[in-house]
């Protein structure tokens, strides 16, 4: 598919915010950048997702892969493996698609992960809520509905605009 939007080059103060806050000028970016200001403030917020966050960066990262395969976002699930694999999500990555029936799942990240299904296709019922609930504090909670509900987005936009990772460097 052909990218919707021009990719737009970054100038020096805007690599300069993305480097600041851990991130590089991938062509996600480069197409937000046709409106400055929105780009400035995904940035911010997808750092806090990453580096202020404290439920496990391994978990986090296994929520934003599954709701690529849920969204068919094959640029979020490239820009995601590596960071995962980091993070020590390790086999859980080949085994995510069956979670629910594998054993390399714990409780933990079962909850999270019905949770992030859940908000994806736009319902968290009772019973998801009340499972994640039980397992992880409001503050975890929080953590891990926002994160999802960030990544639905990013999921969309890059679908929407049709944003191309062809000959973009992975992680």
Do not use: K
């Amino acid at each position: 598919m052909t990218a919707r939007y021009p990719l737009v080059e970054l100038d020096p103060a805007t690599l300069e915010h993305i480097a600041e806050r851990g991130g590089r000028p991938i062509n996600l970016y480069r197409a937000l950048a046709n409106q400055p200001a929105l780009l400035g403030a995904w940035i911010d917020f997808a750092s806090a997702l990453r580096y202020q966050c404290g439920t496990p960066r391994a978990l986090r990262e296994l929520l934003i892969l599954r709701i690529a395969q849920l969204c068919r976002s094959d640029y979020q699930w490239l820009q995601h493996v590596a960071p995962a694999r980091a993070a020590g999500a390790g086999e859980r990555i080949e085994a995510l698609e069956g979670w629910r029936e594998s054993p390399l799942f714990s409780p933990r990240e079962r909850a999270a992960l019905a949770l992030a299904e859940a908000i994806t296709g736009g319902d968290v019922d009772e019973p998801t809520h009340a499972a994640a609930a039980a397992l992880f504090d409001p503050a975890e909670l929080t953590e891990l509905v926002v994160t999802s509900g960030f990544y639905c987005m990013v999921a969309r936009t890059l679908n929407a605009m049709a944003v191309d990772a062809g000959g973009e460097p992975v992680v």
